[in-house]
């Protein structure tokens, strides 16, 4: 017989011992995540209803809200493990910000503009700023960091 005895295995962490924070966190995130899969899957549909330029275009708007990140390139070395370039910080937040392409696309049908391509690129920024909502990525302070 052995005198070892296993340790005991935790409890899942879920119902009280999960707090209210946590859980309101978590419930935000699979919205964020349903948003994203739902405006990605709308980009692709607009890309293949509409051909190749609508296609392209609701990838490189899906792409762009990071680019802003080359804004503080040159500063990036000098800068915190996950801080953004102070510099970068204005142009990064007004390309994450979720309403600017939801308004967007909520005038499109009233607007004089009726170009499939130029909706699927507001579908694709839309897919982007989900995404990032999703895993946890927001708008940054003024030093950079991210908001909590």
Not at 35 to 40: H, Q
Not at 52 to 72: E, H, K, Q, R, S
Request: aromatic share 14%; with cysteine.
């Amino acid at each position: 017989m052995s005198t070892l005895t296993p340790a005991p295995t935790p409890a899942p962490v879920s119902g009280p011992a999960l707090g209210k924070t946590a859980k309101w966190t978590l419930v935000r995130r699979a919205a964020w995540l349903a948003n994203a899969l739902f405006w990605s899957a709308f980009a692709v549909l607009e890309g293949v209803n509409h051909g190749w330029l609508a296609g392209l275009l609701a990838g490189l708007f899906f792409i762009a809200p990071d680019l802003t990140f080359l804004v503080g390139l040159r500063d990036a070395p000098k800068m915190a493990r996950g801080q953004l370039p102070p510099r970068a910080v204005p142009y990064y937040n007004t390309a994450h910000r979720a309403l600017v392409p939801v308004a967007l696309i909520a005038l499109y049908p009233f607007s004089p503009v009726v170009w499939a391509p130029a909706f699927a690129a507001l579908c694709g920024w839309l897919a982007h700023i989900s995404y990032d909502r999703a895993f946890g990525y927001g708008l940054r302070t003024k030093e950079g960091f991210q908001r909590g």
